[in-house]
């Protein structure tokens, strides 16, 4: 085997080395904190394998290359533009199409320029100077550069093998990969100098992938995206090998100096710089765009965060998510009707008016929730919006606010006629506006096992019940709404003779699902614990509980990116980790208790976005499997004190499902 293969060969595997330690380091002790890739890996493989096989003359013959910036002033044109084009071009064919469009993202200036170099460093000029500044050379001393621009590309698709287990770079991606390779070859070849190389991968990781790969962020459309920018760079790597053959622009026996840099190669890109500009204007229309003249309006109205969606089991996506409304003014405001539409294509998605949208509205100042808000009142609208079977996912949601004014009105000792904040003149006394656009989180939720085992489980306070105590708990952390229980469910398990209560309702023993086993719902890492919380007495509601001992007795897991399980009330002593310990999905932790703020022994159950189970916002969550028993019927309090079998209705949403999160007072066997 030939020298110069073997140093490529020791390159490779250090820079696999270097790259993949946090990859391994997670299999040895998993942890969130190992990064997926070290992006270093090559720089730090290139200089030492150097260095050992071709000594110091070597190491300096590399150091000379990767500070050869100098080139032509077209190459570094092509390697900028020329991307760029591809990029918009392959946005506004992927928008022709039908596909689901994302607006442009908004980015501060400095933020913009902050994230040049941070993304140079960790990406770009590792990568370059390394692969085409070391291995390139090499190889096309023995092979011709087509050929080398293969093995090159090849090698840094394997590089990419912890990207591609976790599903994060698709076959389009790949191909990709192999075929800017070739365009890399070419671009060393004509310009002399890695760093033209750098700028078309910048511009593909920056303006690709980190600015402006919002647009195309839809689960949906990525993939028709991907397909259209692989097909333009087939088109690129092609046009390049017609032109100049194998050897992509090198001249036999010489290093690239870049002499074929004259002003035929300028010509060549201003078709593409066409193409750019035309692009740009095409996918540059806002999507979902509301009226150009502003419209005066009475409240204000916030969104708390994304639209979250899930799949119940109902066969149905939910969105699910909260409004904030203020009124400034110095009128009373009845919000009359809202409607839930599709920002995109305008279709209306859900409408809510009279008791309807009364309920999902809790109102401050006064007990209970309504339409009318008083001046300076505000109100916390609770949505759970349903998709059409057939309906796309939107990528914005936009709602249209129907209100009338009236006279403001004191309750009680609650006074509604103080100074308002803004002036509500000229504002008709019936109006509607439209609110800014909401983003619908497309993402979609964790897979857990089931906590239980078993039938005749109800799944009590669920999502979506809009009134419920979990969803209906909120804080404010750094002035930011969290809502930890959104998605929580309380896990109650009937008698084999249907009740809910068998016993005496002051015994823990007369709760079938007392002292049941707990099983964690998907591997992880125990990081918080607690076990020593006394069981309450069922049907006494707990008084004095500190916040932090609220769930009694708790487990917290880190399931990995960034999702927390949280379980509560379990029995006192009967907690089997500690924080450090690492679980597998079905190990139990735990039994069922009475601990904590808790009505009688029951699991409850949630998923959130941080470990503070306070301050952190609940995320949406799906069952790998469960059989539905039916509906349990009526005020599930009422019926367990009445002593009565619950009546279920067996036909209602029976059967398997799969992937989906269980409906509110739905009874599942989770099987065993």
């Not at 100042?365 to 998709?387: C, I, K, N, R």
Request: one cysteine or more.
């Amino acid at each position: 085997m030939p020298i110069i293969y073997r140093r490529i060969i020791y390159f490779f595997l250090a820079a696999y080395a270097f790259t993949w330690i946090g990859w391994f380091g997670s299999w040895l002790l998993p942890s969130d904190n190992w990064p997926t890739m070290n992006p270093l890996g090559p720089l730090m493989a290139a200089p030492l394998v150097i260095w050992l096989t071709e000594g110091r003359a070597g190491l300096m013959a590399w150091l000379h290359r990767i500070a050869r910036f100098r080139a032509p002033a077209w190459v570094y044109g092509a390697a900028f533009l020329i991307p760029l084009a591809i990029i918009l071009s392959s946005m506004a064919l992927t928008a022709a199409t039908g596909a689901t469009m994302r607006p442009f993202p908004e980015v501060e200036l400095i933020e913009f320029i902050i994230m040049i170099p941070i993304i140079l460093l960790f990406g770009p000029g590792p990568e370059e100077v390394s692969f085409r500044g070391h291995a390139l050379p090499q190889l096309q001393q023995t092979m011709s550069p087509l050929a080398a621009s293969l093995w090159i590309g090849l090698g840094v698709v394997v590089w990419h093998t912890p990207l591609i287990l976790n599903g994060d770079l698709p076959l389009p991606w790949m191909i990709t990969i192999v075929l800017v390779s070739i365009i890399y070859t070419w671009l060393y070849n004509v310009g002399g100098s890695v760093w033209p190389l750098v700028a078309l991968h910048f511009v593909v990781n920056y303006f690709g992938s980190e600015f402006l790969g919002a647009i195309v962020s839809d689960p949906q459309t990525r993939p028709v995206y991907a397909l259209i920018f692989c097909a333009f760079y087939a088109c690129w790597a092609a046009l390049l090998v017609w032109r100049y053959g194998p050897a992509l622009g090198r001249q036999p026996g010489a290093r690239p100096t870049g002499v074929q840099g004259n002003l035929s190669g300028f010509r060549a890109i201003v078709p593409l710089l066409l193409v750019l500009i035309s692009s740009a204007f095409l996918i540059a229309k806002p999507h979902g765009a509301i009226a150009e003249t502003p419209t005066p309006s009475p409240l204000l109205v916030h969104t708390t965060g994304l639209a979250q969606t899930v799949r119940l089991a109902d066969d149905r996506t939910h969105l699910v998510y909260e409004l904030l409304f203020v009124n400034p003014s110095s009128l009373a405001v009845t919000v009359d009707s809202i409607s839930i539409l599709n920002a995109d294509t305008g279709d209306v998605i859900a409408e809510m008016h009279g008791d309807l949208l009364g309920s999902t509205l809790r109102l401050s100042l006064v007990d209970g929730s309504g339409t009318v808000l008083q001046p300076s009142q505000s109100g916390l609208m609770f949505v759970d919006a349903e998709l059409a079977p057939d309906a796309p996912l939107p990528a914005f949601l936009r709602h249209r606010v129907s209100v009338s004014l009236a006279q403001p009105e004191s309750r009680g000792t609650v006074d509604f006629g103080g100074v308002p904040a803004i002036s509500s003149v000229a504002i008709p006394q019936e109006t509607s506006f439209d609110t800014p656009l909401l983003a619908v989180d497309a993402a979609s939720p964790i897979v857990l096992a089931p906590p239980v085992r078993g039938a005749d489980w109800l799944m009590f306070r669920g999502c979506c019940a809009l009134t419920s105590s979990h969803r209906g708990t909120t804080e404010a952390f750094d002035g930011v709404l969290k809502i930890p229980e959104r998605f929580a469910i309380d896990f109650i398990q009937l008698s084999d003779d249907g009740l809910l209560i068998d016993g005496a309702a002051n015994e823990v023993a007369s709760y079938r699902q007392y002292s049941q086993p707990v099983y964690a719902v998907a591997d992880g890492r125990v990081v918080d614990a607690r076990s020593t919380e006394p069981n309450q007495t069922p049907g006494v509601p707990p008084s004095g509980l500190a916040q932090q001992v609220i769930g009694g007795n708790v487990v917290i897991l880190d399931v990995g990116n960034g999702t927390f399980v949280y379980y509560a009330h379990l029995q006192p002593g009967s907690v089997m980790v500690e924080r450090g310990d690492v679980v597998k999905a079905g190990d139990v932790v735990g039994l069922i208790g009475n601990s904590g703020n808790t009505f009688g022994p029951h699991l409850h159950m949630h998923v959130i976005d941080g470990p503070d189970p306070f301050a952190s916002d609940g995320v949406p969550f799906v069952f790998s499997s469960f059989t539905g028993q039916g509906m349990l019927i009526g005020d599930v309090f009422a019926i367990a004190f009445s002593g009565q079998s619950a009546p279920i209705d067996r036909e209602a949403f029976a059967g398997v499902h799969e992937l989906q999160y269980p409906l509110n007072n739905q009874v599942i066997d989770f099987g065993r």
